[in-house]
C-alpha cells in the first residue's frame, strides 16, 4: 500500500473519531501487551486532553480491566476477552480501535468481528502486511516494518495524529 493511501486512512480515521463524538458515541480500545499500552495512551488523552482544552471524550479501553478480563479468559479463553467486552458496551455508531503489530491476535480478530456485528465502526493498527485484520475492518492502518518496537511507536504518532486533528475540527 502507498503511502498516500495510508495516509488518506488516517484522516479517515481521524473522522471517524470526529464522528462518534460529535455524535455523543464511545471510543473502545484495546490490544495486548506494548499494544495495550497503546491503546492506554491513546484513550488518555481522548479522555484528558491531547492539546487543547476541551471537554472530555469517552474512550473505553478494554484491557484495563484486569477483573473483568481474567474472568472471561477463564470462563470463555482468553480469545474472547474483548468481543465479549464489545458485546457488552458497544452501540452503533461507536468506533472500536484495535492495535495488534503482527495483525493476527485472535483476541483482536474476535473483537472486531463482533463490533461489526453490532453495527460499531472498526479500526486497526497493525504493521508487516496487516495480518488477518488488514481486511477485517473498516480502515487498516499499517505500518510496512516488521520490529515490534518500531510498530508501536508510529501506532502512537499516528494516534497522536488523529487526537490532534479531531481537537482541531472539534475545537469545544
Same mark, same amino acid.
Given at each position: 500500500?502507498?503511502?498516500?493511501? &495510508?495516509? +488518506?486512512?488516517?484522516? !479517515?480515521?481521524? =473522522?471517524?473519531?470526529?464522528?462518534?463524538?460529535? @455524535? /455523543?458515541?464511545?471510543?473502545?480500545?484495546?490490544?495486548?501487551?506494548?499494544?495495550?499500552?497503546?491503546?492506554?495512551?491513546?484513550?488518555?488523552?481522548?479522555?484528558?486532553?491531547?492539546?487543547?482544552?476541551?471537554?472530555?471524550?469517552?474512550?473505553?479501553?478494554?484491557?484495563?480491566?484486569?477483573?473483568?478480563?481474567?474472568?472471561?479468559?477463564?470462563?470463555?479463553?482468553?480469545?474472547?476477552?474483548?468481543?465479549? &467486552?464489545? +458485546?457488552?458496551?458497544? !452501540?452503533?455508531? =461507536?468506533?472500536?480501535m484495535?492495535?495488534?503489530? @503482527? /495483525?493476527?491476535?485472535?483476541?483482536?480478530?474476535?473483537?472486531?468481528?463482533?463490533?461489526?456485528?453490532?453495527?460499531?465502526?472498526?479500526?486497526?493498527?497493525?504493521?508487516n502486511?496487516?495480518?488477518?485484520?488488514?481486511?477485517?475492518?473498516?480502515?487498516?492502518?499499517?505500518?510496512?516494518?516488521?520490529?515490534t518496537?518500531?510498530?508501536?511507536?508510529?501506532?502512537?504518532?499516528?494516534?497522536?495524529?488523529?487526537?490532534?486533528?479531531?481537537?482541531?475540527?472539534?475545537?469545544?
Amino acid at each position: 500500500m502507498r503511502d498516500e493511501e &495510508q495516509l +488518506e486512512i488516517v484522516a !479517515r480515521v481521524a =473522522d471517524a473519531v470526529i464522528s462518534v463524538i460529535s @455524535s /455523543g458515541g464511545r471510543i473502545l480500545l484495546c490490544g495486548n501487551g506494548g499494544s495495550a499500552s497503546d491503546a492506554l495512551h491513546i484513550a488518555g488523552e481522548l479522555v484528558g486532553r491531547f492539546q487543547r482544552e476541551r471537554g472530555a471524550w469517552s474512550a473505553i479501553v478494554l484491557n484495563a480491566d484486569v477483573a473483568t478480563m481474567t474472568a472471561i479468559a477463564n470462563d470463555y479463553g482468553y480469545d474472547n476477552v474483548f468481543a465479549r &467486552q464489545v +458485546e457488552a458496551h458497544v !452501540r452503533p455508531g =461507536d468506533l472500536l480501535m484495535g492495535f495488534s503489530t @503482527s /495483525g493476527n491476535s485472535e483476541n483482536i480478530c474476535r473483537a472486531v468481528r463482533k463490533a461489526r456485528e453490532l453495527g460499531c465502526s472498526t479500526a486497526v493498527f497493525t504493521g508487516n502486511q496487516g495480518g488477518r485484520l488488514r481486511t477485517m475492518a473498516d480502515f487498516s492502518i499499517i505500518v510496512p516494518a516488521n520490529v515490534t518496537a518500531r510498530i508501536q511507536e508510529c501506532h502512537i504518532l499516528i494516534g497522536h495524529i488523529i487526537c490532534e486533528l479531531a481537537e482541531e475540527q472539534l475545537n469545544n
